[in-house]
């Protein structure tokens, strides 16, 4: 059993999350759950990262302290994720005391070694990104993250040596093809991040307070960015005073998964840390696309957000989970509105699979009380057919293992596809009319199981409720990933799995 450690980013505490960042967490959980149905020992870790001035700010306005306002937020936050069903082992909190702890322990190793030191600050800050900038680096004089106002700041502040460690992550980087994904966001890491050289990081702040302290400097708090990625070993037994065993087993990470603007943070800082404590670097880091509204940034400012609550209660949590999985390309940003989710409902969930499902039992009680067996009579659209649910296997397992998760929609949507032009090929209504045609009847029925009853399994991972639905509708449990020639069919009736949306 392969052990597959996956972290999603923690979301920032500062608002409640949109359907943008709903993405992520869904997006990881196929991954995920498809690895788990593979039989990989998987360990699926998110959660909320909770420190910082914004965040001390927005409670401020709002009348609380910063821990109610974080444990609103971040209780909010994971009820989306169940809502979602998504299938986390740990949901991890920045404000949780062990990581604390352990994040001051981390900062104190780091200054103990020489890689953190002490010295001023002068700079550009963007509050909102929490990100400090030189003046090359701003579009327009404004943040190049999000073009607000940047502020000129000066303050005493503790540095960790990004600079020593620049040259061995080129190297790294360049000897790891696979440790920045796709392709195109390690380009842009080392073109505009590596190429022109690292300079020191600032990693503690002294303008506010809603921060882990600095134990042995205490008007500094920690950089969040520094306790944030640490989340990834804190939760699972790092101790710079002896790691746990779960540590050992779990670390490195195989795969975090994390949005395009924050792959800098995962590639550059990240990889900095690990090495000035001796640990070995993530597998992979995947700078997932954005989901876009109108084809633009959602922003509850310019109105136009949508939230997964919303969505879920007019739609339905599995399809707005085939909405956002298999509308966001690999590296391509991806659009979403409600006119494009009721298009799609309709198009493949209603009209394909459903249509598909519902048939295919329908003419199983019709013709044959519900019980299915197979007469193997094969022309060679059945064994066309047949091949299909025997490739789709390791279609999917090789979209997935490049993280190419709308591929792999598509891939179970092609089969299903095929499976609607069979039974029009095959014409069922016309072999029944004729007694001496009942075996061949029977095995056409038979194949449209086995290939609705393998997509089923497959769809586990993207739509976990259906799935279930499918595969009790068919009343059958085995869950292998080929066409098997001597299942025995008992079906259930089916109930439509989605329903058309006429607007
Ligand atoms: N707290 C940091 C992450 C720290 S990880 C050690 C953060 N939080 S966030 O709440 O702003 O974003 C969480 C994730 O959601 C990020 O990976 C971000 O890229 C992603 N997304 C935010 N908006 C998004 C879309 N519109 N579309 C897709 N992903 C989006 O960054």
Known sequence: MEKFYISSAIAYTSAKPHIGNTYEIVLADSIARFRR???DDVYF???TDEHGIKIEEKAEAAGISPKEYVDNISGEIRKIWDLMNVSYDKFVRTTDKHHEEIVQKIFKKMYDKGDIYKGEYKGLYCTPCESFWTPSELVDGKCPDCGREVKEVSE???FFRLS????????YIDEHPDFIQPESRKNE?????LKPGLKDLCVSRTSFDWGIPVTFDSKHVVYVWLDALTNYITNIGYDPDGSSDEFKKLWPCDLHLVGKDIVRFHSIYWPCFLWSLDLPLPKKIFGHPWLLMNNGKMSKSKGNVLYADDLTQKYGVDAIRYYLLHEIPYESDGNISEDLIVERINSDLANILGNLVQRTISMGFKYFDGHIENKNV???DSKNLINSINGLFDKVKSDMDTIHISDSLTDIFDLLRLSNKYIDLETPWVLAKDDKNKDKLETVLYNLLESIRVSGVLLEPFMPDTSKKILDELNISDKSFKFNDSNSYSLNEAK???MRINN
């Open 164 to 171: 020593k460690y620049q040259d061995r992550l080129i190297k």
């Open 378 to 380: 094969l022309d060679d």
């Open 496 to 498: 439509p799995l989605f």
């Open 156 to 158: 005493e502040a503790y």
């Open 45 to 47: 870790q998110t959660g």
């Open 37 to 39: 149905l593979i039989g």
């Open 189 to 193: 890491m080392v073109n505009n991040f």
